[in-house]
């Protein structure tokens, strides 16, 4: 199993529609959560930190499920901005002083006006 | 706040040349910086840990010698790709992290160079 997954998609959405991915992490002991974009060709940029109790930012909303271990994206009334790849990121050791980041492989999302 | 430049953008260059990379944290200070390397359509992969002032931490199957990192201060690390050759063609991408706050403090990517060997 890896340590981070996430579907690939690609995800087909009408614009205005809601869509949501869920990204799986296998270390229980996890703490830091994190959802990224990345535009083609682009550099992966910071959509939000996921935090315990879930957390909003305008449209977006982010939520941790540590019993299940899986984070989750929720995007609302989709532009077609928001068409990208979007990867999530999992501390890789707790403690480990380097705070290294384990990424899922990312899921492509495509929205279609 | 959180800017990660990195310079050059693009690289064209023969086969045996030796290309610099560098990251810079711009208006933070970053102990910890990363080197990722991303071919097309394939996720990011993780080169090397970049620490200031000691060596860099390569992960599995990266030549150390082969990629020379130097992290000389708290808001530059460079990346040296010797002797390049046209498989290391590629999109690097440097990432920082601020020493200061939380452990819930995220990584911050540079734009990226895309390297193309011929």
């Known amino acids: 199993r890896k340590e981070v997954e996430q579907d690939p998609g690609p995800f087909n959405v009408p614009e205005g529609a809601t869509v949501a991915f869920n990204c799986t992490y296998s270390n229980s002991a996890s703490q830091s959560f994190f959802w990224y974009r990345q535009d083609c060709r682009k550099e992966p940029k910071l959509l939000m930190s996921?935090?315990?109790?879930?957390n909003e930012d305008g449209r977006f909303t982010a939520q941790l499920n540590r019993a299940s271990q899986y984070i989750s994206l929720l995007i609302r009334d989709s532009k077609l901005s928001d068409s990208a790849t979007y990867l999530c990121?999992?501390?890789?050791?707790?403690?480990?002083?380097?705070?290294?980041?384990?990424w899922g492989a990312g899921t492509k999302l495509i929205i279609k006006p | 706040g959180a800017v990660v430049s990195q310079h050059p953008s693009w690289v064209i260059c023969k086969s045996g040349t030796s290309v610099k990379i560098e990251c810079r944290s711009l208006?933070?200070?970053?102990?910890?910086m990363f080197w990722y390397r991303q071919f097309p359509k394939q996720s990011l992969m993780l080169m090397a840990t970049s620490n200031e002032g000691s060596k860099a931490t390569y992960e599995q199957g990266v030549e150390k010698d082969k990629f020379l990192i130097n992290h000389a201060s708290l808001t530059l690390s460079t990346l040296t790709v010797t002797s390049a050759h046209p498989e290391d063609s590629s999109f690097y991408i440097c990432?920082?992290?601020?020493?200061?706050?939380?452990?819930?403090?995220?990584?911050?990517f540079g734009d990226g160079t895309r390297l193309s060997i011929l």
């Open positions: 996921v935090y315990s109790s879930g």
């Open positions: 208006d933070f200070q970053a102990t910890t």
């Open positions: 990121a999992v501390n890789k050791v707790p403690g480990d002083s380097n705070y290294q980041l384990i």
């Open positions: 990432s920082a992290r601020d020493i200061e706050g939380s452990s819930n403090q995220p990584q911050h």
